[in-house]
């Protein structure tokens, strides 16, 4: 089992900063790539980046690259996801998950979820 816990999420200006984490506990969090994903009322839940296992790999959807950073803190078990330059169409529940798979943009393909946080971006 692997439990994810997300937070970092709030209120921010357009043009404003926000890093998100991804607490890890249960199975060795070093063994699973880590993926990012966000869903705006209404619309489909969407990829947003993932890292690799090692983390030396990282991806990002066309939307957020040049925006966002992915990163990961083996020793403090823990995943950030640092996005600059905020949008209003940033505004979303952004949702962690690990999988045992290496950068995968499926979510089909992560097995565990974390909670969920709130960006909310104003114009």
């Known amino acids: 089992q692997v439990q994810l816990v997300n937070s970092g999420g709030g209120l921010v200006q357009a043009g404003g900063s926000l890093r998100l984490s991804c607490a890890a506990s249960g199975r060795t969090f070093s063994s699973y790539s880590v993926g990012w994903f966000r869903q705006a009322p209404g619309k489909e839940r969407e990829f947003v980046a993932t890292?690799?296992?090692?983390?030396?790999?990282?991806y990002y959807t066309d939307s957020v690259k040049g925006r966002a950073t992915i990163s990961r803190d083996n020793a403090k078990n823990t995943v950030y996801l640092q996005m600059n330059s905020l949008k209003f169409e940033d505004t979303a529940v952004y949702y962690c998950?690990?999988?045992?798979?290496?950068?995968?943009?499926?979510?089909?393909?992560?097995?565990?979820w974390g909670q969920g946080t709130q960006v909310t971006v104003s114009s």
């Open positions: 890292i690799s296992i090692g983390g030396g790999s990282t």
């Open positions: 998950a690990a999988s045992i798979l290496d950068r995968t943009t499926s979510s089909s393909e992560y097995e565990y």
